[in-house]
């Protein structure tokens, strides 16, 4: 779609100050998100109104378990291997004080406190990203996977600032170089473009499960949140579940098991 200078100036001021907007007040509000249409499909496609992700927390004992879902992501998406400070993520895993912040107590139980947690894009209900980006890089799908066009990013960064969760990494040298072996069928990253976790949005095209949903082999869930009958929805209805910062209202897709 193309745009004229003028619109394009207005949609980088309104981000602008809707970023300004949300830090003031600390949180967030409801307004709407931009919604481009679907990513190209095929015949095979796997649909949803509202894609979500389950991870049973309590399955994933040891780093082999973390390590096969990384890995599986990591050679999916050309994720470079960049050591220190600029390290690209797309899903690591964290301590429990860092993954859910305001949920803990003194009182918790210290085996919970003890596990390991996935972090990644929550493609967010309300996602401040989506808001902040001046050009429309980052954007959502109607099946609500929080999408980017790294050919539109411009390096500005206002998206991890917006981001609440970290969930952003921020391309500060040429990726191409750390990456072991390219995989032709995703495109590869450059200098100055910022990047994250896409839900497999170019698998779940293609008839295939998030390559992290595949390599955990059960220990991770994902289906339609909006179909009452889905596995993800009878998952939350049977299980305790938390969700990072929730009082931000950004109404995470990635629920925990715990
Ligand atoms: S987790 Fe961060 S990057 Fe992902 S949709 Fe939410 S705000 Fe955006
Ligand atoms: S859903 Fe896909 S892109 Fe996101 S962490 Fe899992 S494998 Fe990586």
Redesign the pocket.
């Known amino acids: 779609m193309k745009r004229s200078r003028r619109q394009f100036l207005k949609v980088a001021s309104l981000s602008v100050a809707g970023l300004g907007a949300q830090l003031a007040a600390g949180g967030m509000t409801k307004a709407a998100a931009a919604v481009k249409p679907s990513y190209k499909e095929d015949a095979l496609a796997l649909k949803a109104k509202r894609w979500a ?1 389950v991870i049973d927390t309590r399955e994933f004992t040891s780093k082999e378990d973390f390590d096969a ?1 990384i890995n ?2 990591n050679t ?2 050309n994720i470079p291997h960049i050591p220190g400070k600029t390290e690209i993520k ?2 690591w895993k964290d301590a429990y004080e860092h993954t859910f912040t305001d949920t803990t107590n003194k009182y918790q139980s210290k085996e919970i406190e003890d596990r390991e947690y ?1 972090m ?2 929550n493609h967010c209900e309300n996602p401040p990203c989506v808001r902040v980006c001046p050009t429309q890089a980052t954007y959502k799908l109607e099946s609500g996977i929080v999408a980017m066009d790294y050919h539109r990013c411009i390096g500005c960064r206002f998206c991890m600032a917006g981001c609440p969760f970290g969930a952003r990494s921020f391309n500060f040298t040429d990726p191409r170089p750390y990456i072991k072996e390219v995989n032709p069928k995703f495109p590869t990253r450059m200098i100055g473009v910022v990047e994250k ?4 949005v170019e ?1 779940l095209d293609a008839g295939k499960l ?4 595949e ?1 955990a082999q059960g220990k ?1 869930h ?1 289906g339609d949140l909006s179909d009452p009958e889905s596995e993800v929805r009878k998952l939350l209805e049977e299980n305790f579940t938390l969700r990072r910062k929730p009082s931000l209202g950004t109404e995470p897709g990635v629920f925990y098991i715990i």
Do not use: D, G, Q, T
Request: glycine residues 0%.
């Open positions: 992700m879902c599986a992501c999916a998406h797309w899903i996935f990644l894009c976790c896409n839900f497999c698998r998030p390559a992290c949903v390599a991770i994902f």
